[in-house]
């Protein structure tokens, strides 16, 4: 079946450096995808979206790249803070033919060493 | 309020007894969303509805589950006979509405605890 999955699991960087979370995903008609953020006892919180016809978009101290040809997204994060600990999700979205099943994959655990 | 609301935000009950969950999604929000997310894990899609369209059923584990919407506002999400297996965060979301490309956005989830 169609997936979205992360290549690791957990990542562990120190304040200050960039961090980078990385996903492929398998449906190569999605045409949106989108990044959350999840901390502990709370629902996944968005942090920035990207359309098909984009390849980066930008926004504070996050970036997310797309690269369509490998099916492959991205998150970028500048100057990684402690409160940036959590676990990060991408999901990819069809957007098409009326169906909207976010697939979302296991997540990777950024964790943040003062 | 803000944000998507779910009650309860924790619950325990007995193998073999019905549950019931609620979900308040954004005002004007047309689109709403269940998943499960059971520890460590990923988010697993249960059911989705749109408007006055027939709701998008297909993740639903079993017929023991079940959701409605009501006046296109409101859901609770259903589920007869618990079982142990059943034991997760349910968690809701809503969006503007589809045929825009519109985020989803979540509540803080039930978690489900089934003994």
């Known amino acids: 079946g169609e997936s979205v999955g992360l290549h690791l699991p957990t990542l562990s960087v120190q304040e200050g450096d960039n961090s980078i979370i990385n996903c492929a995903y398998s449906n190569s008609a999605s045409d949106y995808f989108i990044w959350y953020k999840q901390e502990s006892g709370k629902g996944p919180q968005f942090i920035i979206d990207?359309?098909?016809?984009?390849d980066k978009r930008q926004g504070q101290r996050v970036t997310v790249l797309l690269n369509k040809t490998v099916k492959h997204l991205s998150l970028q994060i500048a100057a990684t803070q402690p409160g940036d600990s959590a676990v990060y999700f991408c999901a990819e979205n069809t957007g098409t033919s009326g169906t909207y099943k976010y697939i979302f994959g296991t997540g990777t655990r950024l964790k943040v060493l003062a | 309020g803000a944000g998507v609301s779910q009650s309860p935000s924790n619950k325990v009950t007995e193998k073999g007894k019905d549950v019931e969950l609620r979900c308040d999604p954004i005002?004007?929000?047309?689109?709403l969303y269940w998943y499960r997310q059971s520890l460590g894990q990923g988010l697993e899609f249960l059911i989705y509805?749109?408007?006055?369209?027939?709701?998008?059923k297909s993740g639903l584990p079993s017929d023991r589950f079940s959701a409605e919407r009501t006046g296109g506002s409101v859901s609770t999400l259903t589920i007869q006979r618990t079982q142990q297996e059943d034991s997760a965060v349910y968690l809701c979301?809503?969006?503007?509405?589809?045929?825009?490309?519109?985020?989803?956005?979540f509540g803080n989830g039930t978690r489900l605890t089934v003994t």
């Open positions: 990207i359309r098909s016809n984009m």
């Open positions: 509805f749109q408007g006055n369209s027939a709701p998008d």
């Open positions: 979301a809503s969006s503007v509405g589809t045929g825009s490309f519109s985020p989803l956005h």
């Open positions: 005002s004007g929000h047309t689109a």
